[in-house]
């Protein structure tokens, strides 16, 4: 299959890649920047702005898209907006998909979208769902609750809102997430784009354990947890609300209400057993470390990324040109 994953140079997009390729697919990664040698070898990265409509060039030829393209929740939405990149975005791909006979549309979504908490984030996600819904493609939708693994931006964001030993936590953190291991989630992605059975469902995903945001935070680093009172963080959240660079503005004084678990785990319908799943740890190396082990292993990586990407274009052109036997040809 030719698979199309908007967002591929991301977080979970480079362990979906690494799934895909690994079946056998020939993938695309789409992003605005990507670095080939960031990628696993043998996607074939292109650059693309999904904010920008008219996206049938670059879709064109695909058997499925992936849609993994995120302007991450805890990030403010002055500047980028959570509606162009998730809503509208999302209306280009598929709009893209339409016209160009792609079959197969997964969508990633979050756990909490239908929940009543209202974000910027989940409004723009819930359309998304929508015009995914009313489209005339085979569609997917995962709802994960967080995820955590290499390079995730979950632990680095928790290790800067915690950098001391004093953990200063709204209402103590009692919060609840269900983390699933990025390792674990992206098979079942991959599952959605093979198996006819996961058509026109929304999945909820979650872990195999539901922790407080105290509990989390305490296995990233050690400390002690000091509760701030909610109606004062409600009080700092819309005074910090207008400063981007600071990780708590009203939206995410909202989300802080969100328990992010679910009670529909979708788990069984992949034949997967929760407790057979990683728990959560921060035993995962950070976007630094992998981006400085990645240039490590550039210049051998490069090499043989670049032959198999031009392995991919072949076949596909191959695959393209009208199928004539030269020899009985008009
Ligand atoms: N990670 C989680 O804990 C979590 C939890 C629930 C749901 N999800 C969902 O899972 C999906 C993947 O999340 P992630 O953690 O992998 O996100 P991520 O690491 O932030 O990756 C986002 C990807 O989107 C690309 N991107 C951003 N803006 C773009 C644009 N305008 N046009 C094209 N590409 C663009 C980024 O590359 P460039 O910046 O180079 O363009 C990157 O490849 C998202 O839908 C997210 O909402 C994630």
Redesign the pocket.
């Known amino acids: 299959m030719d698979v199309f994953v ?8 480079r362990s979906l890649c690494r799934v895909l390729v690994d079946q056998g697919h020939d993938v695309t990664a ?5 670095d080939p040698a960031e990628l696993p070898a043998g996607v074939e990265p292109v650059a ?4 920008e409509p008219d996206l049938e060039a670059v879709v064109d030829g695909h058997d499925a898209v992936v849609n ?5 929740s805890h990030v403010q939405s002055r500047g980028r907006s959570h509606e162009s ?1 998730h809503a509208d ?1 999302t209306r280009h791909l598929v709009e893209a998909s339409e016209r160009t006979g792609v079959r197969r549309f997964v969508q ?1 979504s ?2 909490g979208v239908e929940s009543g908490v209202e974000t910027a984030y989940f409004r723009a996600k819930r359309r998304a769902e929508r015009v995914v819904r009313e489209s005339s493609l085979e569609w997917v939708i995962y709802r ?1 609750s ?2 955590f693994g290499d390079g ?3 632990v680095a964001f928790l290790e800067r809102l915690a950098p001391t030993p004093i953990i200063v936590l709204p209402g103590g953190g009692r919060t609840l997430l269900q983390p699933i291991w990025v390792e674990e989630l992206t098979p079942l992605i991959a599952d959605g784009l093979a198996d006819d059975r996961h058509v026109g469902n929304a999945y909820e995903i979650g872990g195999p354990e539901a922790l407080t945001l105290a509990e989390v935070v305490t296995r990233v680093r050690d400390g002690v947890v000091v509760p701030i009172p909610m109606f004062l963080t409600g009080a700092l959240a819309a005074l910090a609300d207008p400063l981007p660079w600071i990780p708590l503005g009203r939206d995410q004084y909202r989300a802080l209400s969100l328990e992010n678990t679910t009670d529909d785990d979708a788990l069984a319908a992949f034949d997967v057993d929760p407790e057979s799943l990683r728990r959560f740890s921060a035993d995962v190396p950070s976007e630094a470390e992998i981006r400085a082990g990645a240039s490590d292993e550039r210049a051998t990586r490069e090499g043989s990324a670049k032959q198999a990407v031009s392995a991919n274009r072949e076949r596909r052109a191959s695959r393209d040109r009208p199928d004539r036997d030269p020899e009985v040809g008009p």
């Open positions: 908007a967002g591929g140079s991301g977080f979970v997009g789409a992003s605005r920047s990507p693309v702005d999904v904010t993994l393209v995120a302007l991450p990149v975005g990633l979050g756990l994960p967080v995820v995730c931006a979950f």
